[in-house]
């Protein structure tokens, strides 16, 4: 069993002749908030907060590879003398 949709779903704006306190050319009476329309734009969520220091993993990563390379020089002349 199929329920017909009577209204198709291409356009998701608010229908003018369904609308409460919609004038006819489209405008609003004073006092009265404009309809909401289904358009997305803008941002969905409000972005994280950039800093402009390195994060305290970086400077560890960074401490890290230079211990692995020092250690790695180390092997290398050891091997070599």
């Known amino acids: 069993m199929s329920v017909s949709d009577p209204e198709p779903h291409g356009n998701t704006d608010p229908r003018p002749d369904r609308t409460p306190d919609l004038e006819v050319g489209g405008g609003v009476s004073p006092g009265s908030t404009p309809p909401e329309s289904s358009e997305t734009s803008g941002l969905s969520a409000p972005e994280p907060r950039t800093s402009f220091r390195f994060p305290p993993t970086g400077w560890m990563s960074l ?19």
């Open 63 to 81: 401490v890290a590879v230079v211990v692995i390379v020092v250690l790695f020089a180390a092997v290398i002349v050891g091997i070599l003398l």
